[in-house]
């Protein structure tokens, strides 16, 4: 009996060091693919640590997906070696979107309208969509849906599409609206809200060029330059959170500035999110089309294409595509888009 128990024993042992030396493989590729480095043999155990718990994370998430019938994929992203509580605080905002009664909101559209939306749309290969940023360790999201909604309507309004400056935003924008009686401020990596950074941009006569205000992914000194200005805007409009009304005016006036509830995204690979999702609005985004396809699983899903500042080795390149008519992820509950009525 001693015999076999020490055998087990042994045994166990040694597929415990396989499946150790298997995760630390798997997190020098990682470390190697996404340039990760650490300052001391016990951050990089703590990270490493961290790593393994995510990695079975995911596996489960996978389960999940499946058991659910979902075709959302989950693996190895750039956050694969911090914790999700680190995830949101380094990388999701911390300024609540919420509303200020007084900012305008766009009228419905009419039946007819809303009836004969086409049944698919993307404003990427129309060329009103520049390519996809990276917010870096900064939850300066915000900044990047605001500069992704202007810079399609200054396409739209005539002009070359025009990467803009987030770093302009981070640094010079410290808006403020009043809610309940307390003050919610852009507050650069902090967070920060679209419409406040629209007040911005209309008071400070525009907006600078990302060429001429390059990003930081830190707090920083205002370095607005009016000389350098790439775009400016004249108003702004919240939108209906109906979201056939959304998709009308995402295809009559461009891609729209959004906030949802990013947690569950940490580990996001591919394929339509239609996952249980929570609805704190703790991160901004860009809607720039949606479309509808027929899952591995034979289900039928509308979605919309959602534009993520989080790099393109994150998600579809950089992309995800969230469940649409089911206000998934509170994606519906805080859209806005900037207005311009003037000529370059």
């Given at each position: 009996?001693?015999?076999h128990l020490?055998?087990?024993?042994?045994l166990?042992?040694?597929?415990c060091?396989?499946?150790?030396s298997l995760?630390e493989?798997e997190?020098?590729?990682?470390?190697?693919k996404?340039?990760?480095q650490?300052?001391?043999?016990?951050?990089?155990?703590?990270?490493l640590?961290?790593?393994?718990?995510n990695?079975m994370?995911i596996?489960q998430k996978?389960i999940?997906?499946?058991?659910?019938?979902?075709?959302?994929?989950?693996?190895i992203?750039q956050?694969?070696d911090i914790?999700?509580?680190?995830?949101r605080?380094k990388?999701l905002s911390?300024?609540p979107?919420v509303?200020?009664?007084?900012?305008?909101?766009?009228?419905?559209?009419d039946?007819e309208v809303?009836?004969n939306?086409?049944?698919?749309?993307?404003?990427?290969?129309?060329?009103?969509?520049?390519?996809?940023k990276?917010?870096?360790d900064?939850?300066?999201?915000?900044?990047f849906s605001?500069t992704?909604n202007?810079?399609?309507?200054?396409f739209?309004?005539?002009n070359?599409l025009t990467?803009?400056?987030e770093?302009?935003?981070?640094d010079?924008?410290?808006?403020c609206?009043?809610y309940m009686?307390q003050?919610?401020c852009?507050?650069?990596?902090?967070g920060?809200?679209?419409?406040?950074a629209?007040?911005?941009v209309m008071?400070?006569g525009?907006?600078?060029?990302?060429?001429?205000?390059p990003?930081?992914a830190v707090?920083g000194?205002?370095h607005?330059?009016?000389?350098?200005i790439g775009?400016?805007?004249?108003?702004?409009?919240?939108?209906s959170?109906n979201?056939?009304q959304?998709?009308?005016?995402?295809?009559?006036?461009g891609?729209l500035?959004?906030a949802?509830?990013?947690a569950?995204w940490?580990?996001?690979?591919?394929?339509?999110f239609?996952?249980?999702c929570g609805?704190?609005?703790d991160h901004?985004?860009?809607?720039?089309g949606?479309?509808n396809?027929?899952?591995i699983?034979?289900h039928?899903?509308?979605?919309?294409?959602?534009?993520n500042?989080w790099?393109?080795t994150?998600?579809e390149?950089g992309?995800l595509?969230?469940?649409r008519?089911?206000?998934e992820?509170?994606l519906?509950d805080?859209v806005s888009?900037?207005?311009?009525?003037?000529?370059?």
């Amino acid at each position: 009996m001693m015999k076999h128990l020490s055998v087990a024993l042994l045994l166990s042992i040694v597929v415990c060091l396989v499946s150790a030396s298997l995760v630390e493989d798997e997190f020098l590729a990682f470390q190697k693919k996404f340039n990760k480095q650490y300052a001391s043999e016990a951050e990089y155990q703590a990270r490493l640590g961290t790593f393994e718990a995510n990695m079975m994370l995911i596996k489960q998430k996978n389960i999940d997906a499946q058991q659910r019938m979902s075709d959302t994929r989950f693996g190895i992203t750039q956050f694969a070696d911090i914790s999700p509580a680190e995830f949101r605080q380094k990388y999701l905002s911390s300024v609540p979107a919420v509303r200020d009664p007084s900012w305008p909101v766009a009228p419905d559209y009419d039946d007819e309208v809303t009836a004969n939306l086409p049944p698919s749309f993307d404003w990427r290969p129309k060329g009103a969509v520049t390519p996809v940023k990276n917010q870096g360790d900064c939850g300066s999201c915000w900044s990047f849906s605001t500069t992704g909604n202007i810079e399609g309507q200054w396409f739209l309004a005539g002009n070359p599409l025009t990467s803009l400056s987030e770093q302009n935003l981070v640094d010079c924008d410290t808006e403020c609206m009043t809610y309940m009686n307390q003050s919610v401020c852009d507050a650069g990596c902090d967070g920060g809200l679209q419409p406040n950074a629209y007040h911005y941009v209309m008071s400070a006569g525009g907006i600078d060029t990302e060429s001429s205000y390059p990003y930081l992914a830190v707090d920083g000194k205002c370095h607005f330059k009016p000389a350098n200005i790439g775009a400016k805007i004249n108003n702004f409009t919240m939108v209906s959170s109906n979201e056939t009304q959304m998709a009308a005016y995402l295809v009559q006036h461009g891609p729209l500035a959004i906030a949802a509830d990013a947690a569950e995204w940490q580990f996001y690979m591919g394929g339509v999110f239609d996952l249980p999702c929570g609805k704190s609005l703790d991160h901004g985004i860009l809607i720039v089309g949606y479309g509808n396809e027929t899952t591995i699983f034979g289900h039928h899903v509308d979605y919309w294409i959602v534009k993520n500042s989080w790099g393109a080795t994150w998600g579809e390149q950089g992309y995800l595509k969230v469940e649409r008519g089911t206000g998934e992820c509170g994606l519906n509950d805080f859209v806005s888009s900037s207005i311009i009525t003037h000529d370059k």
